[in-house]
């Protein structure tokens, strides 16, 4: 009896140490997972954004995109999926030429490219010395998406050569 008496406390002890290295690597698990999550969620956003614009960009056959048009349908769109989030969630939209018809001089081959930062908040104690972005005081992880796509245009037969 004398014996397990005198070994009462190696027991707290040992668990005292390993305890909080045990629960800081969950934690890290955990938030990873939470950080893969909202990648996802910003992935599929950009692209949505990024469909969003091919798709209004231009009104008429062989024009030119309309940026204030993309930038203000994709804030329509990022109010409806994120409501109150809407204003945290950066979106910038930019138009690039990647060549013309040359079949039809008047028909450009542009590509619209979205870039959406998404700000994750850190859940778990800990972590945000590893995940944050700077400032690490924060907690938060800025996540960027970026989606390129083709801006669909239509060809009319006056714009031939």
Known sequence: MKFLRKRGGQVTAELMLILPVFMLMIFFVLEYGNIAYHTLIANHASYE????????????????????????????AKQKVFGSKAGSIGVSVKVETTGTDPMYKKHRHEDVIVTVTYPVH???PGTSFIFASEPRREGIRRIQAVTRMPIEKAYLSSDTK
């Open 122 to 124: 850190l859940a778990f």
């Open 49 to 76: 954004f990024a469909r969003i614009a091919s798709l209004v960009a231009v009104k008429k056959p062989s024009g030119r995109p309309d940026r204030t048009v993309i930038t203000q349908k994709i804030n329509q």
